[in-house]
Nanobody, 115 residues
């Protein structure tokens, strides 16, 4: 599975961005998906995810209430709507999808929150 992430950029604190992750194949083959981020000097962390392909969504405490994960099955695309962005949200954001026992990663997209 090839994943293409996009939508990062520079935004002021309090602003919004929407990240997209387009998959090269149908979501019918995917078991789970989510967004990770790696902040400067930190380990990669899970931000928001679908633990299965049902409707359940999970979020890290640090983004709960501000970020929303969604997907469009017809477009094979996953999204991360990020609102009320803070400087500490600055990171390289990665999308991830699991198919069977294999994990697939997109190239990171940089999000920088700064005035």
């Amino acid at each position: 599975v090839q994943l293409q992430a996009s939508g990062g950029g520079l935004v002021e604190p309090g602003g919004s961005l929407r990240l997209s992750c387009a998959a090269s194949e149908s979501f019918s083959n995917i078991n789970a998906m989510g967004w990770f981020r790696q902040r400067p000097g930190k380990e990669r962390e899970l931000v928001a995810w679908f633990p299965s392909m049902g409707g359940t969504k999970n979020y890290a405490d640090s983004v709960k209430g501000r970020f929303t994960i969604s997907r469009d099955n017809a477009k094979n695309t996953m999204y991360l709507q990020m609102n009320s962005l803070k400087p500490e949200d600055t990171a390289l954001y990665y999308c991830n999808m699991r198919k069977g026992w294999s994990n697939y990663w997109g190239r990171g997209t940089q999000v920088t929150v700064s005035s």
